[in-house]
Structures are given as C-alpha cells and as structure tokens.
C-alpha cells in the first residue's frame, strides 16, 4: 500500500513538474503576443522569475528524493534558455575600446525620485558631470530653472545640450534631454497618436566622419498609484483576505493590459522610424520602456537593434529600484554596425526612483 502511494506521489509530482515547465515556457516566450491584440495575455512576462523559482524547487526536490528525475526540470531549464538569458544574461565582461563611446541613459523623476537626498537635482548633476560621458540622454527632465543651470553648467562638460518638451499643462509635463560632446545635427520629436504625457525624440548627432542617430524615449507607464501599488505588495506578501485577492487582482492585470496595448503602438511607431535609417545610419535606441525584459516592447525593439545589456550585461539588472516593483524597464539597444561593451545598471546612483543604465559602444564594427 505504502510503495503504491509513494509511487502515485511521484508520478503526481511529475505532472506537475512538467505542468510548471509548460506554463514556464509560455509565459517565457510570451514577448511574441502582441498586446493591442491579446492585451491581458501580454501581461504574463513579469512571471517568469516566479516559474523559475519553482521549477528550480522541483530540480532540487527530485535531487534529494528521487534524483532519476531530476532531468525533469533540467530539461525545462534548457528548453527555456532564450528566455533566461533575456531576463538575466551572464556574460564574461570585456573591456571596452579607448575609441568607444560611453552613453548614460537616466530617468532622473523631475530630480525628486528618491527623497533621501535633499539636494537631489545637484546630486544628479554631479554624477552625470563625474560620469564623462559622451552622450547622456536623460527621461523625466522636467525641472525648468534647474535644468536651465544644469545646461549652463554641464557646458563645461558637454559642448552640446538639448531638451524636448513632450507635454506641458496644468497637469502634466514631461521632458526628454540630451547633453553630448558631439554637435548636434538635427533634432526630431517622433509623434504617435496613443501618447499622454510620454514621448520619443531622435538627435542626429556628427561623431567623426559618422553620422549618429539617438534615439531617446519614454514610453506609457503602467499608471499605477500608490494604492495600487499597496495592494500590488499586500499580494506578494498575502496579506490580502482571500475573498478580495482575485477582484483586487483582476483589477491591477487589466491596467498592466491596457497599458501594455497603448505602450505597443508607440513601439511599433519608434521600430518604423528605426526601420527608414538602418544601414544607412548607425542607430542607438535608449530611455525608460516601462516594460520588463519579457515584453512584447523589448521583442520588437531586439528583431531589428542589438540588446547591449542582453550582449554584455550580467545578472538580472534591476533599473527601477521601487520595491516589489524591481525590473528592468530600462534599456540600450544599437544596430549591428555599433559593438556594445559591458552595458551595466548603476545601483551606486540611487537619486531617482531608476538606476542609470550605462554603457561603451563603439561605432563602425563590420555587420
């Protein structure tokens, strides 16, 4: 009787090891759907590490109790490699060329992010200038007179300076920025309908004999307020009564979807704008994408641009440092002409409720 049930146990357990694999692998390759058409689908990339965790508790449950099958979730581990090494790449670090140039991107939240600095503008503006940098594109630049005496300041460091409203009113305003060593071209905001308070914006920068283009953005947030955002950690941490746990659920999933639709036409929009230059230009894409590795944002971004932390970064990179709410929703892409270097979230820069993303290019590789 008893081998009968240890033997129904283990074959229990193997289902569900294999059920977990199945549901692994979908929510890992979910960065195919598309979210203006399936939008709640599209939500299920921010799972990932959570399927991760539990196929790795089933690999060491099969080690200790039964070891024959452990090649269960190994095999689960394999056939999910592209999606890990998405979420969390462990590349050998190489060092940078002396002709590479180094960009910093940075949500720096209207230089108020993170409270714990009361200078928190001049603290921002010391890094970036301690930074050297060739290219600095800044999201949230939207401290008027400040930003104004950065520029003045920052002039002894960066030659050329440039900020893009994209929306300014009683109720919103928002900015993206640019400070570089490189004259600046032209400049471009690029328009797509479904924007409220965020925005894209390319500057064709002249490095060398080359002509660069940057493309800086700031992508639809999740529009979650601190509420939600209460009631998003409760559920991590159970404390939420069950009779409310599914409504409150429900609630938070439908405004990821229907931010994931409207965040999914301004990527096609910038993936065409990127589409007109490549191979003529070199092209880098950066900014806050509002969105996890696992999204259908970085997919599209990746078919036709070189992902620089995936390439070169290590570990999973947190960029959004709010707790319970740790992604990388940062990111730096470039054209297959441009050899990213040890691209890095920079947790040492905690003045914003982002990280700084960092990272060494070097522009005229062969393709």
Known sequence: MISRLKKLSVQLLTGANIATIVVMLLVGYSDRICPADHPLASTIGMALPFMLIANMVFL???LIFKWSRSWIPVVGFVLAYIPIHIYMPLNISVSPPDDALKLVSYNVCSYGGNYKYEWGFEKVRDYLHDEKADIVCLQEDNDTWRRYAFIEYEKKGFAYNDTIVLCRDD??????????????????????????????????????????????????????NQEDRKQYRQLLKGQIAKDSVRTESQLLMVKLAEANAIRSKQIDTVCDYVDRYLGRYPVIVCGDFNDNPISYSRHMMAERLRDCYVETGRGIGLSYNQKAFSFRIDHVFCSSDIEPYQCFVDTKMDASDHYPMVCWLKIGVKE
């Open 60 to 62: 060491l449950f099969w």
């Open 171 to 224: 109720f919103r305003y928002n900015c993206l920025g640019i400070h570089t060593r490189f004259p600046i071209l032209r400049r471009e905001r690029i328009a797509y309908e479904t924007a409220s308070n965020n925005g894209s914006a390319a500057w064709w920068l002249k490095v060398g004999k080359d002509t660069l283009v940057v493309i800086n953005n700031h992508f639809e947030s999740c529009h979650l």
